[in-house]
């Protein structure tokens, strides 16, 4: 197996009508880099060379951007390093070529290495040892794509949303992400809302999910009310634990106060206020636990009368 960092090339002017895109599949569509591309080639003119592979026509190995730039712009050749290497060399190529820029994400890099796997026959540990990388390294990469269905990778091909939405409705069973899909592209969700969403179909009842996909900013609206309700309620608990603590410690202190030197050592009248402020702190102490009784007292109740 030939190693795409070792292949011979060189360059030369090609027409663009001896340019194929046959490779273009592995790659995600994503018009904002696009028109960026465009506006930087309108410009500046073309900067760096295409990569393609010998044949007829030359397949883009690299630079499916600036191939269509120029075609959008009128350009009649471009430059281009051209590759003498089999398939599997010019596929691997696809990801090394774009490792040192990271401008390829995992979404693309599965894509090429699913192509490899289920296309050209490759095994996980022929996959591995193309790259350098372990076999659990392309075993996760073929999973990514194939726990989606065949519209949900569609829709991520042709960029109509973000690699990450997808990566949430890999989490679904297939047969509900089309569903979820719809709902994401109808009520045009972000990732964030996706993840929410996704979290409250696997977490809830099969039959709560229709109001969910059909009604889902009311949904989300439900759960974010319920997250500011517990993190009030977590507040409203760290408060009462810190003024508990608060009350215990004054307890001690009191404690020491009257052990040392001595309850005796208090006239009659400071004896008499101690006492009164100490029945006023009990009063309160009373009250509070009276309070939190009748609250689960209530909640019990209700409980009890949702279970009949």
């Given at each position: ?65 600036r191939l269509r730039a120029c075609q959008r712009l009128g350009f009649t050749s471009l430059r281009a390093r051209i ?55 392309a075993c996760r990469r073929i999973s990514l794509v194939e726990r989606l269905t065949e519209e949900v990778q569609e ?154």
């Amino acid at each position: 197996m030939q190693d795409p960092r070792s292949m011979s090339e060189y360059i030369a002017a090609l027409p663009l009508a001896k340019i194929g895109t046959r490779y273009s599949s592995l790659r995600l569509i994503c018009p904002h880099a696009y028109a960026s591309m465009q506006e930087s080639i309108a410009r500046h003119g073309q900067l760096t060379p295409i990569v393609v592979s010998r044949g007829d026509p030359f397949e883009v190995v690299d630079g499916f951007k600036r191939l269509r730039a120029c075609q959008r712009l009128g350009f009649t050749s471009l430059r281009a390093r051209i590759l003498e290497a089999g398939v599997h060399a010019l596929k691997a190529a696809i990801i090394e070529l774009n490792r040192k820029g990271s401008s390829l994400c995992d979404m693309e890099e599965a894509m090429v290495v699913r192509s490899l796997y289920r296309e050209d026959g490759l095994r996980q540990e022929e996959i591995a040892v193309l790259f350098g990388r372990h076999k659990s390294w392309a075993c996760r990469r073929i999973s990514l794509v194939e726990r989606l269905t065949e519209e949900v990778q569609e829709h991520i091909r042709l960029g109509l949303f973000r690699v990450g939405i997808g990566r949430e409705l890999a989490k679904l069973p297939q047969g509900n992400q089309g569903s979820a899909l719809r709902a994401v592209l109808k009520h045009r969700l972000t990732r964030r809302e996706t993840e929410t969403l996704v979290a409250l179909l696997l977490s809830r009842p099969r039959w709560e999910h229709d109001d969910f996909l059909r009604f889902p900013r009311e949904a989300l609206e439900s759960v974010r009310r319920g997250e500011k309700r517990a993190t009030e309620l977590l507040s409203f608990t760290a408060r009462l634990e810190q003024a508990l603590t608060a009350i215990e410690k004054g307890c001690g202190a009191a404690t020491e106060s009257v052990v040392q030197p001595g309850v005796w050592s208090l006239s009659p009248e400071e004896r008499l206020t101690v006492i009164n402020r100490l029945k006023a702190a009990e009063d309160r102490l009373l009250h509070i636990r009276s309070m939190i009784q009748e609250e689960v007292h209530v909640a019990g109740v209700h409980q009890e009368s949702g279970r009949t």
